[in-house]
């Protein structure tokens, strides 16, 4: 039998524009695009010695593939701190990486349609492995100039202590 969450009237999947992502507890600026989370198990097949016709199969290692976050290029600094502490170029011999704090946790935020948490994903042991502070520039061009950031990372989970809320509903005013 199915079982139905607090807020079994909700049909619609949750759409993918209203997210946030925070680091050292606090929301990252103008952070316009994440990439999927995606994590991949191999297989390891293996045959026993008097069965020749057929392999079985179990898991093997889990990867977790690279988040990229993208977001347009501001004052806002804290993409390049990070970046740097994989690598800061003119820093001087010996101290052009910082292994002591680069890595960092952070968490996707999914917020429904009245601005709702209904989902988060901590993701662990980030850090830089690409940074791309400026992208072409082109003076015949009209769009925004985006910054990338692309973090490697050791696994992600859910987190279940957010749970679904109940959506407000929203009356007409009585006339």
């Not at 807020?7 to 524009?17: E, G, L, M, S, W």
């Not at 996707?108 to 662990?124: D, R």
Request: glycine content about 6%.
């Amino acid at each position: 039998m199915a079982q139905f969450s607090v807020n079994a009237q909700r049909f619609d999947p949750y759409k993918n524009f209203k997210f946030r992502v925070k680091w050292d507890g606090k929301d990252v600026a103008g952070v316009s695009k994440v990439s999927s989370l995606k994590r991949t198990t191999e297989v390891v097949k293996h045959r026993e010695g008097g069965d020749p016709s057929s392999s079985r199969k179990s898991p093997g290692r889990t990867e977790y593939e690279a988040i990229t976050l993208e977001r347009g290029v501001t004052h806002d600094t804290e993409f390049e701190k990070w970046a740097n502490k994989v690598w800061n170029y003119g820093s001087g011999p010996g101290a052009e990486v910082s292994l002591k704090d680069f890595r960092k946790d952070i968490i996707i935020e999914v917020y429904n349609e009245a601005g709702q948490k209904v989902l988060a994903y901590k993701v662990y042991r980030c850090w830089v492995s690409e940074f791309q502070a400026l992208p072409d520039l082109d003076a015949n061009a009209n769009a925004v100039a985006i910054q990338h950031l692309k973090l490697e990372n050791e696994g992600w989970e859910r987190d279940y202590e957010v749970v679904e809320p109940t959506e407000p509903t929203f009356t007409e005013p009585a006339t």
